[in-house]
């Protein structure tokens, strides 16, 4: 699966940004989807997570709230969105798509190991 991100770039605290992610390739093995972050000098994290039938949707606790992760997988378009609410300087860092063929992704939806599949990121910055 390729995954390609869009629609980072700066915002200011309470504002708001929604993300894009196109998947190609092996569509039909994803299981789940993803978004991560990385700020600098920090462990990649697990921002909200969502299975391919939307069963399965998690959040970090420190985003519940403010953002929603969805997804189309309507006309083949196989897309996933986090739209982003009231934004903190602290969600400040480079977000990731991540798409999963595993079967087990829905039981650890937020955790890296799960996910085979990355996009390049998106940064965020929020002043």
């Known amino acids: 699966v390729q995954l390609v991100e869009s629609g980072g770039g700066s915002a200011q605290a309470g504002g708001s940004l929604r993300l894009s992610c196109v998947a190609s390739?092996?569509?039909?093995?994803?299981?789940?989807m993803g978004w991560f972050r990385q700020a600098p000098g920090q462990e990649r994290e697990g921002v909200a997570g969502?299975?391919?039938?939307?069963?399965?949707?998690?959040?970090n606790d420190n985003v519940k709230g403010r953002f929603t992760i969805s997804q189309n997988n309507d006309n083949a378009k196989n897309m996933v969105f986090l739209q982003m609410n009231s934004l903190r300087p602290e969600d400040a860092a480079m977000y990731y798509c991540a798409a999963s063929s595993r079967s087990f992704c829905t039981m650890t939806i937020l955790g890296k190991s799960a996910y085979d599949s990355w996009g390049q990121g998106t940064q965020v910055t929020v002043s």
């Open positions: 390739g092996a569509i039909r093995r994803r299981v789940c």
């Open positions: 969502i299975s391919s039938d939307g069963d399965t949707i998690y959040y």
